[in-house]
């Protein structure tokens, strides 16, 4: 959602989303804010559950 033009393509009416009405996805990519995002770069990792007993839990 950060990356788009408009993200109230997005809006809940009713608990509903609309049917997008323009070529496409129906959405548009702010590309300077991923162009500046990805300037940055990243370190996405896995969030790690562990149970009650501390074993590993997935997704």
Do not use: C
């Not at 009416?13 to 770069?41: F, H, N, S, W």
């Amino acid at each position: 959602m950060d990356y788009l033009v408009d993200p109230s393509v997005f809006a809940f009416d009713e608990g509903y989303v609309a049917r997008p009405t323009t070529p496409g996805l129906g959405i548009e990519v702010d590309e300077a804010a991923v162009r500046k995002a990805a300037e940055q770069g990243h370190r996405w990792r896995n969030q790690v559950w562990r149970l009650k007993d501390g074993t590993f839990a997935e997704w």
